[in-house]
């Protein structure tokens, strides 16, 4: 499979801002259903109210699965929290449950759940020189002025995928590096790992007519899973 690399471009395929009462007690569940052209990701708030009698937080946990498989847990109590999933491309159902622990009285809610597609960066005349995911044991944050500066995740998750880009055309070099920092997905023949491109990590050469970029996407998925399924 050749390689492709997709960018966020704010294309929405699916929308639904009002609030949603998922229930109250153990499996109790909603879900929502879109198609994606390209591979892209879901976007949802979430807010639980999970706790003992006492006050203290309790076992339940808040389940988020996308056809089936299980992609985000979140235990105990949450105010609304904004929450990321790649996907795929192709039909993706997200599924909102309580978990099996959820109390009588225990609840959640969700909010401006939204799809969205993300775009195919033809620009880009080859992908090379690519690395197997490597497993990160820290997902650092740059310091910017401005952008995208949201996964920020500790412990051994996530990994890192080195790869080389060739653009043969000053133009699509150039619309590419305008718009680098961004979340992306990249689909190869071992799966589609979706993540952030930082401009720290980004290397620029000319050879002859060529621009090469040497640079590196950070995913948050496990490796060897990428996005269908952690």
Not at 110 to 115: G, I, L, P, Q, T
Not at 143 to 167: E, H, K, W
Request: aromatic share 14%; net charge neutral.
């Amino acid at each position: 499979m050749i390689p492709k690399l997709y960018r966020r471009n704010q294309q929405t395929i699916f929308s639904q801002s009002a609030e949603a009462s998922i229930g109250k007690g153990p499996g109790q569940s909603i879900s929502f259903d879109a198609d994606f052209p390209t591979p892209g990701w879901w976007i949802f708030d979430f807010k639980t109210d999970v706790a003992t009698p006492n006050g203290e937080i309790g076992p339940g946990e808040f389940l988020v699965e996308i056809s089936g498989v299980l992609r985000y847990r979140a235990r105990g109590p949450y105010t609304w929290t904004r929450h990321y999933i790649f996907v795929d491309a192709g039909h993706k159902r997200i599924t909102f449950k309580n978990g099996p622990q959820y109390g009588a009285d225990d609840q959640s809610w969700v909010r401006f759940v939204s799809a969205e597609a993300f775009e195919y960066l033809d620009c880009i005349a080859a992908i090379g020189n690519m690395t197997p995911p490597r497993p990160l044991s820290e997902i650092q944050a740059f310091p910017t002025l401005a952008g995208y500066n949201r996964f920020q995740r500790s412990g051994p998750n996530g990994c890192r995928i080195d790869f080389d880009m060739v653009f043969t055309r000053t133009v699509d070099f150039n619309s590419f590096m305008d718009g680098l920092e961004n979340f992306y997905v990249l689909r190869n023949n071992q799966g589609a790992w979706g993540g952030v491109i930082l401009p720290q990590e980004s290397e620029v050469q000319r050879k002859g007519p060529l621009y090469i970029v040497r640079t590196a996407l950070y995913s948050v998925s496990h490796p060897g899973v990428g996005v269908n399924g952690e």
